[in-house]
């Protein structure tokens, strides 16, 4: 079973993921709405089960909370998929949303790296600081140990461009883990 649980709690953050890549329940609570609908959208949008509950210091900003909710979540999808073998690897989605396009390309290959094109012209998207969804998914792509790149091409209303990401990347992640024909790991080196 692809799935992990990852509990990580330190003086600013309380977290508690669960994961399962082929589906299941889905039950967000960040106490941030905006950050709760998009990681809904996340889960719904690349068929994961997924249950996160965060307490976290909103009293100084969201930063913590959207970063740390990013590490535990990078390191539960990395334990699901276990020694990485038998799945297709590499994903991509485009996501329209309304006036904006959001572009997504992963590849899981054990080698961490992300790449983020996006500009947002509005600061906040409810209490949610939109700079933090860089943060968010260098966290998610670090502690995941896959390769992430993101881009914004065109867009004006931040909460369409970074719905438009998370539903890209979603959909990108639930290609690249889909299993493949062979059952082995898709590397000219037999492993990733």
């Known amino acids: 079973m692809r799935s992990a649980t990852v509990e990580r709690n330190t003086k600013e953050t309380q977290i508690k993921i669960n994961l399962d890549l082929d589906g299941g329940a889905v039950d967000i609570s960040t106490g941030i709405g905006f950050f709760d609908h998009m990681l809904t959208a996340f889960a719904v949008h690349g068929g994961f089960g997924l249950s996160v509950n965060v307490r976290g210091d909103l009293e100084v900003d969201t930063h913590h909370t959207v970063e740390d909710t990013g590490i535990a979540l990078g390191q539960a999808f990395k334990e699901a998929l276990g020694d990485m073998s038998g799945i297709v690897r590499y994903g991509s989605f485009s996501v ?3 006036e904006a396009l959001a572009n997504a390309v992963v590849d899981i290959s054990n080698r961490p790296f992300l ?8 600061e ?4 949610y600081e939109t700079c ?7 966290a998610f792509a670090t502690n995941a140990c896959i390769t992430l790149h993101i881009g914004v091409p065109y867009g004006a209303n931040a909460h369409h461009e970074i719905e438009a990401i998370f539903k890209a990347v979603s959909h990108a992640l639930d290609i690249a ?16």
């Open 96 to 98: 329209p949303m309304d």
């Open 115 to 122: 790449v983020f094109r996006a500009d947002f012209e509005q």
């Open 124 to 127: 906040y998207c409810g209490e």
């Open 132 to 138: 933090v969804t860089e943060e968010f998914f260098r």
């Open 177 to 192: 883990t889909a299993q493949n024909a062979d059952g082995k790991v898709l590397s000219t080196k037999g492993v990733l």
